[in-house]
């Protein structure tokens, strides 16, 4: 079966960008637009991993993140935040939040592949 | 999609992002400091530098590098967004505004100007205030630690002992022994100890055992001594530790960076073992490990070779057994959580699904639709619209009873045609917001380089109007903003000197009026100098030396082709464009244009544009044997002239007296040579039209057909631009009907006459 990831960012361009490469490597990708809207989703799209990015309008990626966590169901599964860069602060931040990895900005299809890899069987 | 598609859709979003950006800022240049906006503008900048970097555009994402990281300081609080601070941003946007058009289009960019900026906004982002006025730097302010999320609280589990159910110890030992292979390199020794927090943030010791176990070949034991009896257990705690010796002829970071998420939840010890001694020291038994039963479909191959060797069975079932220990664990407290939680559980479902149902209402639900689909959406409702008034004519030809069902019918149809067209006009309606403004950022950077201290004010910036018209407003609209700003707006000392606020004012308002949108360009300048400008007028032989003209008509004759009042041309209007191709433009939209100036007070330029250039409320008339519309827009009031009432003026020239009051009387055939003699004005009628002077004219036409909405085909893009007419469309009947341009017309009226060549000598 298929794996499904779910990716939340505001950016079109970079939602766009995940959905191409995931895609190409066999997942298959459900978008979201911000943690609001992550949130919401998250119940139907039942992924086995999620990619998150940090600034986003009405809820950003930590305050995803923590509600994801708080949900019973899916309080384990693996979430990858995208960093601009090797920010430690926002690293920091993120892994409170209970974030499981995180894949540099900008990211080649390898690393991301690879860094999905790393939290999924 | 590929990724040219996805580059596309990133210069989509940095135009948006742009915008963002800029709106913000100026929100926080007039005091706003909510908190949302300075998030709203450093995400703004942040988008564009992801996008950015995965196109790899380096010049790009250096510079919003640069400008987030101080926004990021006026996000935290260490840098105050005060007003010098801000036109540093201001700029700042300007310029990646300029990188990101430079990055789509090709072209460069003013480079000293944006290394000039970056140092401003990194002396900025240290706490320099870009005026060396000597006050300190503002204290960092204590920022608030960020929230610490608690891992989410493992319930205790329940006990299982009522059930019945007998604890039996179990253990780990015993699993089976190997021989560890021999390979080139050097080993490591690892000890890899999870915390609970490791699982609860979704890693799994066994995914990085199998990503350890691809650096190199490894020996791994399992340490089970901390685990409790299963009723002590408790499921979300980490009790496992593991041994792994790791032959490689990788680096210890190598072996560090498979840990990199986990190592704050884990003791890791990694050291460099040499062979003999680990042989020796070895505590534990090792156990070879092969993590292949991760991966959702064993393949033929490892298969093949399980079967070969039959010991790695026992391996597989060691690294399952550790797996499954810890998912039975998690999955007994999850049913027991499960049990006690099911009804609360049911209950948050259902509200949490309510909630997304309620967001989902209120979130503006919009799509993006390309433009093309659009258009071609429009022209197919405009000749919907032909053809059900072609319809309409030729059912009311056959049946003039006007009885029929089909007459209903008809009616319903029309009525249904005009709410289609309404619906589809509304989707193309954009607010003028991102035309005024690009407005402010001309402003800034011409009051900049006239040396300037102007300010834009903008009102009614949501007024919405078709897309065409506000993607053809910016150019007219750009050039008389450059002109208030360098003729219109006086220089602070001259203001002063005058008694005003240095700080010049010019302030753009959009409104709907009468199913037009005007567009008001108000400047508290010194206003025209008439003097001068009639001076002008005369030296460049548009008016004769001695003619007597209004205030107004002088005002108005900066419009004039070939006029220009700077008496050195300068770089920021004076590109060799007047005002009367601005004047020009606004026509070709089908609109007018306005001056009234106070001297001392300013001057003010008023734009009427119709909402759209699609269609058109039209009077269909008759002159000299050919059809005409009239827009609807100019018409103030249509009358049937008496013979009294007309009196001649001049040579050629005749007046009507309305309610006591004269109006120059126009002969719509004279003007547009259908014919050489002048019509009867009793046979005719008077169509009495406002026109952009304000001054009122009566057209003559021959008799009125009627009123209707028509679709405009322009003339322009089908055939050539004909003076005194505006546009044409088809009729009901099918045959093509021009529209006329009221103001070319009246203007011809007062001696300006159409171009004899380019006038119409008959029209099918």
Request: proline share 4%.
């Amino acid at each position: 079966m298929k794996k499904k990831v779910l990716t939340v960012d505001d950016s079109r361009t970079i939602r766009n960008m995940l959905l191409v490469t995931l895609n190409n490597a066999g997942f298959e990708t459900i978008q979201a637009e911000d943690g609001v809207e992550g949130l919401e989703v998250l119940e139907d799209a039942n992924p086995d991993v999620i990619v998150t990015d940090i600034n986003m309008p009405r809820l950003d990626g930590f305050g995803f993140i923590e509600g994801v966590r708080r949900n019973e169901k899916y309080r384990a599964v693996p979430i990858l935040v995208l960093t601009t860069e090797s920010d430690a602060e926002k690293k920091n931040r993120a892994r409170q939040a209970g974030a499981t990895g995180w894949i540099v900005k900008p990211f080649d299809p390898a690393k991301l592949i690879d860094a999905i890899e790393r939290v999924t069987a | 999609m590929d990724m040219n598609e996805i580059k596309e859709i990133f210069f989509q979003e940095c135009e948006e992002q742009l915008a963002e950006l800029e709106s913000g800022l100026l929100k926080l240049n007039d005091g706003d400091r909510d908190p949302e906006t300075v998030n709203a503008v450093f995400r703004a900048v942040h988008s564009i530098k992801g996008g950015a970097g995965a196109f790899g555009l380096d010049d790009l994402v250096a510079f919003a590098h640069v400008f987030e990281t101080t926004l990021d300081c006026v996000r935290s609080g260490k840098l105050e967004p005060g007003q010098d601070v801000l036109k540093v941003m201001l700029k700042s946007a300007d310029v990646l505004a300029d990188l990101v058009s430079a990055s789509r289009d090709g072209g460069s960019v003013d480079e000293s100007r944006t290394r000039g900026l970056v140092k401003e906004l990194e002396a900025l982002a240290h706490g320099e205030l870009p005026s060396a006025s000597g006050h300190d730097a503002p204290k960092p302010a204590a920022k608030p630690a960020p929230a610490a999320a608690p891992a989410p609280k493992a319930e205790t589990p329940k006990p299982t002992d009522d059930s019945g159910f007998q604890p039996i110890p179990f253990t780990f030992d015993g699993f089976g022994e190997e021989e560890e292979p021999v390979i080139e390199g050097s080993t490591y020794e690892v000890v890899f100890k999870p915390r609970r927090e490791l699982y609860s943030k979704g890693n799994e010791a066994a995914l990085l055992l199998r990503d350890l176990s691809r650096v190199g070949e490894m020996s791994i034991a399992c340490d089970t001594d901390a685990l409790l009896d299963l009723d002590k257990m408790d499921p979300e705690e980490s009790y496992f530790s593991w041994k792994i010796s790791v032959k490689t002829t990788k680096s210890e970071d190598d072996i560090r960076v498979v840990f990199e998420f986990a190592e704050w939840d884990c003791d890791l010890e990694v050291k460099f073992a040499d062979e003999a001694s680990s042989d020796e020291e070895q505590p534990m038994r090792p156990v070879p490990f092969d993590l292949s039963i991760l991966d959702d479909a064993p393949s033929a191959e490892d298969e093949d070779k399980q079967a070969e060797h039959g010991s790695d069975q026992t391996v597989a079932e060691a690294v399952s057994a550790a797996e499954t220990a810890t998912s039975i664990a998690k999955a007994a407290g999850a049913a027991a959580r499960a049990a006690e939680r099911k009804e609360s559980a049911a209950a948050a479902a259902a509200a949490a699904q309510n909630n997304a149902a309620a967001a989902a209402a209120s979130a503006g639900q919009t799509i993006r639709v390309d433009l093309d689909r659009v258009d071609r959406l429009i022209n197919l409702v405009g000749e919907l619209v032909i053809n059900q008034a072609m319809l309409s004519q030729s059912v009311i030809e056959n049946d003039a009873t006007g009885t029929s069902s089909i007459n209903m019918g008809l009616e319903e149809l029309q009525q249904l045609t005009r709410e289609i067209q309404d619906s589809v006009m509304a989707i193309r309606a954009q607010p003028v917001k991102p035309v005024f403004q690009r407005m402010s950022r001309i402003v800034r950077e011409v009051a900049d380089m006239v040396g300037k201290q102007i300010r834009l004010v903008t009102e009614g910036e949501n007024t919405e109007v078709d897309k065409t018209v506000i993607d053809k407003l910016a150019e007219p609209l750009t050039h008389m903003i450059r002109n208030a700003v360098d003729h219109g707006i006086e220089s602070p000392e001259k203001r002063e000197a005058a008694g005003k606020n240095p700080e010049g004012t010019i302030k753009l308002t959009a409104k709907h009026r009468s199913g037009r949108i005007l567009i008001e360009l108000q400047d508290d300048g010194a206003g025209i100098n008439r003097e001068r400008v009639r001076q002008k007028a005369i030296d460049n032989d548009i008016i004769a030396a001695d003619a007597n003209l209004s205030d107004d008509e002088i005002d108005n004759l900066i419009f004039m082709a070939g006029f220009s009042t700077a008496d050195k041309i300068s770089d920021i209007s004076g590109r060799g464009v007047g005002m009367d191709v601005v004047k020009r433009s606004i026509q070709a939209l089908g609109g007018r244009i306005s001056i009234s100036s106070r001297p001392g007070f300013g001057s003010t330029f008023t734009m009427s544009l119709p909402l759209t250039l699609a269609v058109l409320d039209g009077m269909v008339v008759t002159v000299a044997g050919q059809t005409l519309v009239v827009p609807l827009t100019a018409i103030v009031e249509t009358l049937q002239p008496e013979a009294s009432a007309i009196h001649s003026f001049g040579a050629s020239q005749r007046l009507i007296s309305i309610r006591n009051s004269f109006c120059p009387l126009v002969d719509v055939g004279r003007v547009l040579n259908y014919r050489s003699t002048q019509a009867n004005p009793v046979e005719g009628v008077a169509l009495l039209v406002e026109s952009e002077g304000g001054g009122q004219r009566a057209l003559m036409v021959d008799a009125i057909q009627g009123q209707r909405q028509v679709v405009i085909k322009s003339l322009e893009a089908n055939y050539t631009h004909v003076p005194g007419i505006a546009a044409a469309t088809i009729l009901g009947d099918g045959r093509v009907a021009l529209i006329l341009d009221v103001d070319a017309v009246v203007a011809a009226s007062r001696g300006q006459s159409l171009r004899p060549e380019m006038s119409l000598a008959a029209t099918g």
